[in-house]
C-alpha cells in the first residue's frame, strides 16, 4: 500500500514537473516553422498551452481512474490512453518552447483537481468508468477540431501535433465504448463541458 501511495505520488510530480518524452516521432517535427506575426505567435503558443494543460488533466484523470478500477481490461485501457497522452505532452511542450512560450503556471491545481475527479468516477465502477473515459475523449476531440479551425494556415507543425492527438483522443474513446463503456447522463455530460471551459480559459493567458 505505502510502496503503491509512494509510485503513483512519483507519477503525479513527474507529469507536472518533469520534461515529458515521446516514444513516437514529434508529429510535424520535419517541418520548417512558419513566419507568425507576435500577434498569431501568441495566439498559437495559447492554444498549445491548452492542449498541454489538458493533457495534464489527462494524465491525473486516468491515474484517478485506474487506481479506482477492479477490472483488468479497464485498467489496461487507462494505462494505454495514459501512454499516449503522455506523448502528447512532450509534443505539445516542444512546440511551446519552439513558440518561445511556457507552460501553464497552474499546472499543478489543475492536475491535483483532475486527480480528484478521476478518483470520484472509479467509484461509480468500471462501466461508468469506462463511460467517462469515453465522454472525456469525445470532448477532447471536439475541443482539438476547434483549436484546428483556429490555428493560422501557415503554421502546418502545430497543426499536424493536434491532428495526431485527435486521431489518439477518438481511439481511446473507441476503445473505452468496446469494452462496455455506459452513456453518460446528459448533466453529467454539461458538467464536464462547464469544468473544461473554466481550464481552457484560464490556461490561455496563465
Not at 24 to 45: L, N, S, T
Not at 144 to 161: Q, T, V
Request: one cysteine or more.
Amino acid at each position: 500500500m505505502i510502496d503503491n501511495a509512494i509510485l503513483q505520488f512519483d507519477r503525479a510530480l513527474r507529469a507536472v514537473f518533469a520534461p515529458a518524452r515521446s516514444v513516437r516521432p514529434v508529429p510535424g517535427g520535419d517541418m520548417p516553422d512558419a513566419v507568425m506575426e507576435d500577434a498569431q505567435r501568441r495566439h498559437v503558443a495559447g492554444l498549445m498551452r491548452i492542449n498541454h494543460c489538458g493533457e495534464i488533466c489527462a494524465q491525473a484523470l486516468y491515474q484517478g481512474q485506474a487506481i479506482m478500477s477492479q477490472d483488468p481490461a479497464t485498467r489496461e485501457a487507462l494505462e494505454q490512453a495514459s501512454r499516449e497522452e503522455t506523448e502528447h505532452l512532450a509534443w505539445t511542450e516542444q512546440r511551446l518552447g519552439e513558440l518561445g512560450s511556457r507552460k501553464s503556471l497552474l499546472n499543478p491545481l489543475w492536475y491535483s483537481g483532475a486527480l480528484a475527479i478521476g478518483l470520484l468516477a472509479g467509484r461509480f465502477g468500471d462501466r461508468w468508468n469506462l463511460g467517462f473515459l469515453a465522454e472525456t475523449e469525445r470532448q477532447v476531440e471536439a475541443h482539438l477540431k476547434g483549436h484546428l479551425d483556429k490555428l493560422p494556415d501557415e503554421d502546418r507543425k502545430s497543426r499536424a501535433i493536434l491532428d495526431q492527438m485527435k486521431v489518439d483522443e477518438a481511439g481511446h474513446a473507441d476503445t473505452a465504448v468496446h469494452l462496455g463503456a455506459h452513456e453518460l447522463p446528459a448533466p453529467v455530460k454539461v458538467a464536464m463541458k462547464m469544468a473544461s471551459k473554466v481550464m481552457t480559459r484560464t490556461a490561455y493567458y496563465l
